[in-house]
């Protein structure tokens, strides 16, 4: 990959701001000027109302929703474009299932013990409001999924399996091959929730077998306010959508509602055209690169960052420490310093942006007793030479504050 023609499509990076390292993508991606355009166009070109008015703007932007639909759907190994529904983030998607389920008395989730917040908090509420019961897959001190902790945690009554695919804090990818299948053999639905997944890997919907998967666009170059959500035509059909309204039913009367067929019965309300026109674009500039280019980069530069902060005493990295089953993700700590404090002093020394905290993720840090960490994670327009400066200025910051 030819990072630095990568990097020219960025136009932070030759803006007044571009002396920077930006090692946050975990959180958002920047976004090349190829997303912008595209999602400007709708601005400035159609700024109608697609799939409603029957004028040819109206239309215009019905073609391109349709487009980018189709591109998504292809980017994720999917023939059908129906089974593509547009959200605000990864975290609709999620909710949108998860709520949209109906259950019965005594039906289970079975998640990690390391989801992130939108793979908790709405399990955590439908435990409460209708008796959804929840089991955990223990993860073990190296982080990696523990299948056999999984099989034996798949009783009867789990209803769906919901798990992070690829970990926002460790980093570490889940077997979801294997996974879905054995959840299905117990008769569970599956849904991955896919926010650091998607951007990092060829993700093949049908291959792995799955019933849901969310994502959201701007964790992989998409404007903001964009999230994906698969669901298979069979298991999305018993899904009630969670917003309803406008553009989502085909005829209402005084006291009933007909709901369209998926993807409409799940997109009510009038969409983000702009944002879903630039995903479009988003997908198309990752193809182009290829996601086994993307994954390699990524590996590349972690391993690169993971050997050399393995050699700086009083800095602890988060399991596994092998950057090949990290991806993009590096977390670490340094012993006697809060995380806040190393992101906020690398940022104010060297303009070196990471996250720090304890990333949505809680009970994973809670229950392990460590009050967070700090995140480097890496995306295509990094370079070794950025990784060398986050590197060196890790290293001043332990020797000056370590005295
Ligand atoms: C693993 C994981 N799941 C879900 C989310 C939520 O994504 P969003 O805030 O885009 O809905 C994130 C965001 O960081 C994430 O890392």
């Not at 355009?37 to 029957?54: I, T």
């Not at 077998?209 to 994906?228: E, I, Q, R, T, W």
Request: with cysteine; charged share 25%.
């Amino acid at each position: 990959m030819d990072v630095e023609r990568v990097r020219r499509d960025f136009p932070i990076y030759s803006s007044r701001r571009g002396d920077i390292v930006y090692f946050d993508n975990a959180c958002q991606t920047f976004r090349p000027r190829q997303v912008i355009e595209a999602a400007n166009d709708y601005y400035f070109d159609f700024p109608a109302c697609g799939g409603r008015s029957v004028h040819h703007l109206a239309t215009q932007v019905s073609i391109k929703i349709d487009e980018a639909r189709e591109k998504i759907a292809h980017f994720i190994g999917c023939a059908n474009p129906n089974e593509i529904a547009f959200t605000k983030n990864c975290t609709e998607g999620l909710n949108l299932v998860a709520k949209g389920l109906r259950y019965k008395k005594g039906d289970a989730v079975l998640t990690t013990d390391m989801e992130h917040n939108s793979n908790h908090v709405p399990w955590l509420q439908l435990a409460t409001s209708v008796g959804v019961k929840r089991k955990f897959v223990k993860t073990p001190s190296d982080g990696i999924f523990d299948l056999e902790a999984f099989k034996r945690a798949l009783s009867k009554d789990v209803k769906i399996v919901s798990l992070v695919h690829t970990n926002n804090v460790t980093g570490t990818t889940i077997p979801a091959k294997e996974v879905v299948e054995i959840a299905h053999d117990h008769g569970a639905l599956v849904m991955l929730d896919g926010a650091q997944a998607a951007p990092h890997m060829k993700i093949d919907v049908k291959g792995l077998g799955v019933d849901f998967y969310a994502f959201s666009m701007h964790k992989m170059l998409g404007p903001s306010g964009v999230g994906v959500l698969y669901a298979e035509e069979g298991a999305g059909k018993d899904i009630e959508p969670l917003i309803t309204g406008g553009g989502g039913v085909s005829l209402t009367e005084y006291d009933s509602a007909t709901y369209l067929p998926a993807p409409d019965r799940f997109e009510a309300g009038l969409m983000n055209y702009s944002g879903v026109i630039g995903s479009g674009a988003a997908v198309d500039y990752l193809s182009t690169i290829g996601m086994e280019e993307i994954r390699d980069h990524d590996t590349a530069l972690n391993s690169f960052v993971t050997k050399r902060l393995m050699e700086i005493e009083l800095i602890r990295i988060l399991e596994p420490v092998d950057p090949r089953k990290r991806g993009s993700i590096m977390s670490f700590n340094v012993d006697g310093l809060g995380s806040h404090d190393v992101a906020m002093i690398l940022d104010e020394m060297d303009k070196v942006m990471i996250r720090s905290g304890m990333h949505c993720t809680h009970p994973f840090f809670t229950s392990r007793g460590i009050d967070g960490c700090a995140r480097a994670s890496f995306y295509i327009y990094n370079t070794i030479v950025e990784c060398e400066r986050f590197v060196r200025a890790v290293s001043g910051l332990v020797d000056t504050f370590s005295m």
